[in-house]
């Protein structure tokens, strides 16, 4: 004769890997902000560009952003793989990096 299944606990137990998959996410998205020095931006201007690109139906600018994306992604994971045991210093000298151009450009 077979156990009976405990359905609370299983439900229980889905709820709670979803709570971690949100809250894994929302820790992602932060993280991404920072890398591309999108941080620098107030939140109404982070929002706002969100919306837009949200709402781009264009799938030349789409594809075009998407290559972008991944060449970010491709070149921080290079430098990464270089130096494994380096993140942080890797994350900081490429924000370091991004965020003195567009400072300087500012302050100019």
């Known amino acids: 004769m077979r156990k009976p299944r405990d ?7 889905l ?3 979803a709570r971690d998959l949100r809250n894994r996410k929302v820790q992602q998205l932060g993280e991404l902000v920072i890398s591309t020095g999108a941080d620098a931006l ?3 201007e982070l929002a706002g560009a969100l ?15 998407a290559k972008r994306g991944a060449a ?17 210093g890797g994350a900081s000298a490429q924000q370091s990096g991004a965020q003195p151009s567009s400072d300087s450009t500012g302050a100019a």
């Not at 919306?51 to 030349?60: F, H, Q, S």
């Not at 994971?77 to 993140?87: C, F, H, I, K, N």
């Open 15 to 17: 709820e709670d890997k």
């Open 42 to 44: 107030n939140a109404e």
């Open 51 to 65: 919306i837009v690109l949200a709402e781009t139906k264009d799938a030349g600018k789409r594809e075009a952003w």
């Open 7 to 13: 359905f609370d606990a299983e439900l229980k137990s």
């Open 72 to 88: 970010y992604f491709q070149g921080r994971s290079r430098r990464t793989a270089s130096a494994p045991g380096r993140d942080t």
